[in-house]
């Protein structure tokens, strides 16, 4: 079955840090580009930061540069985001999604369920 | 950055409705525009990209139109699966920038 699955989100204190991880399977991983987008609680949607089919290549929303890494494992099929230095507004929900169309960045044609990661003294 | 945003914000019709949500673009961004549905609790679902190409497996009575800063997306007979969020988001530049969203609810 073609899925997304993130994992790692939680409840995290301000200034620590958490590692998001998404599985992909029943997809060609390792062809796909990648996009982390978040969601605030009741809010709108919020591209995070994406990396392309190689990891070579990795672009950020400035509320995450230097904060935020980007990387993926493709002998693994799963992305990765690490983030550090948490603040409260970085509460929302984590969405991985695959870069469409191949071998664009442009859109996002598959998504995970999100991972909710809560930042609270 | 380029800044989306959407009208209305939000939207109350009834089933077999016509009903049209304008994006416009802070500059130009050609085509690269896409449309997403969203539902409570779920993720979000690519609908319509390139401003009017109809992803795979969406219902036709979704279209999509417009170039340049001003977009729309029509649903041209409400049915109670499409009661939920719409998005629009540009793909024309880093940082990729959502519209805020246009609730669609029922009358």
């Known amino acids: 079955q073609v899925q997304l699955v993130e994992s790692g989100g939680g409840v995290v204190q301000p200034g620590r840090s958490l590692r998001l991880s998404c599985a992909a399977f029943?997809?060609?991983?390792?062809?796909?580009?990648m996009h982390w987008v978040r969601q605030a609680p009741g809010k709108g949607l919020e591209w995070v930061a994406v990396?392309?089919?190689?990891?070579?290549?990795?672009n950020y929303a400035d509320s995450v540069k230097g904060r935020f890494p980007i990387s993926r494992d493709n002998s693994k099929n799963t992305l990765y985001l690490q983030m550090s230095s948490l603040r409260t507004e970085d509460t929302a929900v984590y969405y991985c999604?695959?870069?469409?169309?191949?071998?664009?960045?442009?859109?996002?044609?598959?998504w995970g369920r999100g991972a909710l990661v809560t930042v609270s003294s | 950055d380029i800044q989306m945003t959407q009208s209305p914000s939000s939207v109350s019709a009834s089933v077999g409705d016509r009903v049209t949500i304008t994006c416009r673009a802070s500059?130009?961004?050609?085509?690269?525009l896409a449309w997403y549905q969203q539902k409570p609790g779920k993720a979000p679902k690519l609908l319509i990209y390139?401003?009017?190409t109809l992803q795979s497996g969406v219902p036709s009575r979704f279209s999509g139109g417009g170039s340049g800063t001003d977009f729309t997306l029509t649903i041209s007979s409400l049915q109670p699966e499409d009661f939920a969020t719409y998005y629009c988001?540009?793909?024309?530049?880093?940082?990729?920038?959502f519209g805020q969203g246009t609730k669609l609810e029922i009358k």
């Open positions: 999604a695959r870069a469409f169309p191949d071998p664009y960045y442009w859109y996002f044609d598959l």
């Open positions: 029943g997809v060609s991983f390792s062809s796909y580009a």
């Open positions: 990396i392309s089919h190689d990891g070579n290549i990795k």
């Open positions: 500059q130009g961004i050609g085509s690269r």
């Open positions: 390139a401003a009017s």
């Open positions: 988001q540009q793909a024309n530049s880093f940082p990729y920038t």
